[in-house]
């Protein structure tokens, strides 16, 4: 699959592309079994794209429009802000690099607005410095360009499902994913069936992940919300062991985990698989994102 994004244009004129809303029912009828995750007699969620490469902003809208999104889009910083600030979206693509204003600029402000709305940074600036400072300023996830398609898509999906729990928070409702079950309210987690022994602190660290599955939490987040921020460099040996500890209970191969992952420099990633997919509906995600438009009350 190659990769894309990997052709940066800048450009100074600001723009916004309002793509009028078109009947996708019969593009998911050809696209069969592919295209059942979107029911799109219903409500579609709403992407604000904010890039300023135009090759990769077209590449982008046309793939989420197949897929089902309402897509609007905007070439720089602050147009990107009034796009947001008028369409309400379920979800922010940004890129950082804009030709006026920072994409850092773009988060705090979304933030100001929204405590929880979906951010996904996609950008070519691939140090842990950077993405680091991008999540902690309240992005919830990070693609580094040149980046798969396939990969994007999932990571959209990821962070709908998370506001969507957001939304629809039922704490009764076990997180799933590969074969691991785990139960916040009970505090039980169970592999495969059986349950696993774990221990409390190693339960502080999955509540944090689960809380925000599929998405990267950074090292810092996790120290934070386990030992506050006075947290010393102790602590993230401390934080290391529990990771090994965990994988070695929950991971079918600890030595190349596919439920708990690491993002060298960056922090972890609680992996989310289709058992958890098929566990929250698209019905659910749907209404979230409709639920969460007028009065902007969820956050
Ligand atoms: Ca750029």
Same mark, same amino acid.
């Given at each position: 699959m190659p990769k894309i994004g990997a052709v940066l244009e800048s450009s100074s004129a600001c723009l916004v592309t309002d793509f009028p809303k078109c009947d996708f029912r019969g593009v998911a009828q050809a696209r069969?079994? %592919?295209?059942?995750?979107? %029911?799109?007699?219903k409500v579609r969620p709403v992407v604000v794209l904010i890039e300023d490469d135009v090759k990769l902003r077209r590449l982008l809208r046309n793939s989420l429009q197949q897929e089902g999104f309402d897509v609007r889009e905007a070439d720089c910083g602050r147009t990107g802000l009034i796009v947001a600030a008028t369409k309400k979206p379920d979800l922010i693509l940004l890129d950082l690099g804009l030709p006026d204003i920072d994409g850092s600029e773009v988060i705090m402000k979304i933030r100001e607005w929204w405590s929880a709305r979906p951010v996904i940074i996609l950008s070519g600036r691939d140090s842990e410095a950077a993405k680091i400072a991008a999540l902690e300023l309240g992005a919830d996830d990070y693609v580094t360009k040149p980046f798969g398609l396939p990969e994007l898509l999932a990571r959209v999906r990821a962070a709908l499902r998370r506001a969507s729990r957001h939304t629809h928070a039922n704490p009764t409702t076990p997180f799933c994913s590969h074969g691991v079950s785990i139960d916040i309210l009970h505090r039980q987690v169970t592999r495969n069936g059986a349950a696993v022994d774990i221990t409390p602190n190693e339960f502080r660290v999955l509540a944090v992940l689960v809380k925000r599955a599929g998405m990267l939490v950074t090292t810092r987040m996790l120290l934070d919300e386990l030992w506050g921020p006075d947290s010393s460099p102790q602590h993230r040996n401390y934080l290391r062991v529990y990771m090994a500890s965990l994988r070695q209970k929950l991971e079918p191969n600890p030595t190349k985990p596919? &439920? &708990? &992952?690491t993002e060298a420099g960056v922090g972890y990633r609680i992996a989310v698989d289709d058992t958890q997919s098929a566990e929250l509906t698209d019905e659910a995600i749907f209404s979230a994102s409709q639920s969460s438009k007028p009065g902007q009350t969820e956050d």
């Open positions: 069969g079994a %592919d295209c059942k995750r979107w %029911d799109m007699s596919v &439920l &708990l &992952l």
